[in-house]
């Protein structure tokens, strides 16, 4: 699809000099001698470069489009994670690199968004939150509580989080998959 420089967002997936970019950082600029642009810093996903491109508002760059179909999360091996689509049963299987960080995440059966590029899968979207158990934290200093101070927890999964002090190991918290930030105690 088609779309005017002027409408490049970041975090968007556009075809560009035969490669998958995805773009970083946008900005509009008008100077006062000249057109408008929008100044453009991408990342190669296939060649993991960056480029930065300046685009006229009056160009057209091709949007890329996925498809995004939901898996539930199996299992995990050395190398790989694997997903199976609840309504045909067929497994895929995807590099740990490519999900990266996030796959410390994954549970059992956990409902995600696998996003596919020419029948490829590309990405994976967890859900905005997911119930994770404290492994380890340090004990809360007395006197602490007086201000909004948090302390560092290691999850079981291998995961660091900042926590409040009344947070102790083996309790479940729930835990923003965007930011790997606390939410609230289960």
């Given at each position: 699809?088609k779309?005017?420089?002027?409408?490049?967002?970041v975090?968007?997936?556009?075809?560009?000099?035969?490669?998958?970019?995805?773009?970083?950082?946008?900005?509009?600029?008008?100077?006062?001698?000249?057109?408008?642009?929008?100044?453009?810093?991408?990342?190669?996903?296939n060649?993991?470069?960056?480029l930065?491109?300046?685009?006229?508002?009056?160009?057209?760059?091709?949007?890329?489009?996925l498809?995004?179909?939901?898996?539930?999360?199996?299992?995990?091996?050395?190398?790989?994670?694997?997903?199976?689509?609840?309504?045909?049963?067929?497994?895929?299987?995807?590099?740990?690199?490519?999900v990266?960080?996030k796959?410390?995440?994954?549970?059992?059966?956990?409902?995600?968004?696998?996003?596919?590029?020419?029948?490829?899968?590309?990405?994976?979207?967890?859900?905005?939150?997911?119930?994770?158990?404290?492994?380890?934290?340090?004990?809360?200093?007395?006197?602490?509580?007086?201000?909004?101070?948090?302390?560092?927890?290691?999850?079981?999964?291998?995961?660091?989080?900042?926590?409040?002090?009344?947070?102790?190991?083996?309790?479940?918290?729930?835990?923003d998959?965007?930011?790997?930030?606390?939410?609230?105690?289960?």
């Amino acid at each position: 699809m088609k779309i005017n420089a002027s409408e490049i967002r970041v975090g968007m997936l556009i075809e560009y000099k035969n490669d998958l970019w995805q773009v970083l950082k946008s900005q509009h600029v008008k100077p006062g001698k000249g057109g408008a642009f929008a100044q453009v810093e991408m990342k190669s996903i296939n060649k993991n470069t960056k480029l930065n491109e300046r685009f006229r508002s009056s160009e057209t760059v091709e949007k890329a489009s996925l498809d995004e179909i939901k898996y539930n999360f199996l299992y995990e091996d050395e190398n790989n994670y694997f997903f199976m689509d609840p309504v045909s049963f067929e497994q895929i299987e995807m590099k740990k690199n490519i999900v990266g960080e996030k796959g410390k995440l994954l549970t059992e059966n956990l409902e995600v968004l696998i996003s596919f590029y020419n029948e490829k899968p590309f990405s994976v979207d967890l859900p905005n939150q997911v119930t994770c158990k404290i492994d380890v934290t340090e004990a809360a200093l007395k006197g602490q509580t007086v201000s909004s101070s948090y302390k560092p927890a290691v999850l079981i999964n291998g995961l660091s989080v900042q926590v409040p002090p009344f947070i102790e190991p083996g309790d479940e918290i729930i835990v923003d998959t965007r930011n790997l930030e606390y939410v609230k105690k289960v």
